[in-house]
């Protein structure tokens, strides 16, 4: 049995260092506490939660693992958890969203994530190729429930691509922690041997307990665009026969995903599978909104976008830097009031027209005139 539970906060009375950062607000009136304390150390902060780099190693050529030291308020993250992530670039703040790779509990009480530079990504080339130790970044508290169940009934299996491998390896690394592996399948695609993340851990953990099974399919350097067929029921029924009574999770690009999907959904099995997406599922071509002006009444900004831009995209044209996190309508950073017209969620393209409706302005297309409360 697997049981895992989050640490959850006291609801007892104020700890000792509540009481001292309270009256340490007084005595520093006008100026935050928060600018004595970083003085001390950057972790400490009673406003939000901050963490101090202190390794990055390479996994790939274009993959490098954070290890980062969360400060004080950081609340835990389970297994196959993603966290925000927010760095300063350039004198402006970035938020990202990525997924927890380490075991839920580290004896150091480090965190990591494995990050994956894409062509022309700005966060992720800066943490891969350009961030040092000793950064300071800001955290969000963990979040997601791509994560294991807490009492185990059958046999799991992971089918991943890519980097879709880093929240299955928290999962694989928290399981090893507390035990052997036993009744375990991980099915992974990668372009090369060489962009395998985590390649020599996994053949190592495979060694080192039985009862895990890593298959890796290599797609070549035109790489795994056309995962919907190179995921056959052929190779699953080889390599994991009792696919069907096993849980699933998959991770990975857009086509291996409804691959996977449209797999178990004709099995009847839909329930038993577990879906984490690093990019949107989007309408087909030609659905979005049409597009129209976008005012940001509280900023007083205007802006003419087509159907296919969304309205952060549109914000940060105009010259706003609103919050946001995963930009992929997960982690809700960045939703703000709709005051008129009428946006499209360009996931599955639903309106959204009522007065005060809440927007996610990371997956929102206008269609038509909009006004927005940013």
């Known amino acids: 049995m697997f049981t895992q539970t ?17 009256a340490a607000s007084r005595l520093s009136w006008p100026l935050p506490v928060d600018a004595f304390l970083q003085l001390v150390d950057p972790l400490w902060s009673s406003t939000s939660v901050r963490g101090r780099v202190e390794a990055v190693i390479p996994e790939t050529a274009r993959a490098a693992t954070l290890v980062v030291r969360p400060g004080r308020g950081w609340q835990g993250h389970r297994a196959g958890q993603w966290v925000g992530i927010g760095i300063d670039i350039d004198g402006v703040r970035h938020r990202r969203c990525y997924s927890l790779t380490g075991p839920a509990e580290r004896a150091d009480g480090c965190i990591t994530i494995t990050v994956q530079s894409v062509p022309g990504g700005l966060v992720s080339n800066h943490l891969v190729h350009r961030t040092t130790p000793g950064t300071i970044v800001h ?8 994560v294991l169940p807490e009492a185990r009934t059958r046999g799991l299996l992971f089918v991943t691509a890519g980097s879709g491998i880093t929240p299955v390896m928290g999962m694989l690394r928290t399981l090893a922690a507390v035990g ?23 053949a190592a953990l495979a060694d080192q307990h039985p009862g895990l099974t890593v298959d890796v399919a290599l797609t070549g350097e035109a790489g795994p665009g056309d995962l919907s067929a190179r995921f056959g029921t052929e190779r699953l029924a080889a390599r994991c026969p009792d696919w069907a009574e096993r849980e699933v999770w998959a991770c990975g690009p857009a086509t291996l995903l409804a691959a996977v999907e449209d797999h178990w959904a004709s099995a009847d099995l839909a329930e038993r599978l577990h879906v ?17 002006r976008i005012r940001f009444t509280r900023s007083d900004r205007e802006i003419v976008v087509d159907g296919r831009t969304t309205v952060l995209e549109a914000a940060e044209q105009a010259g706003l830097l609103p919050e946001s996190g995963c930009r992929m309508g997960i982690c809700h950073t960045c939703t703000r009031a709709l005051e008129a017209g009428c946006v499209r969620d360009k996931r599955d393209g639903r309106l959204q027209r009522d007065a005060g409706d809440i927007v996610q302005i990371c997956v929102a297309t206008p269609a038509g005139d909009v006004e927005i409360d940013l």
């Open 6 to 22: 989050p640490s959850a906060p006291s609801a007892s009375s104020p700890k000792p260092f509540d009481r001292l950062a309270r």
């Open 139 to 146: 955290l969000d508290q963990a979040s997601g429930d791509f």
């Open 180 to 202: 052997p592996i036993e009744d375990v399948t991980v099915l992974h695609f990668a372009r090369t041997e060489a962009e395998v993340i985590f390649g020599a851990e996994l």
């Open 276 to 292: 984490e997406r690093f990019t949107p599922l989007t309408v087909a071509a030609g659905e979005p909104g049409q597009g129209g």
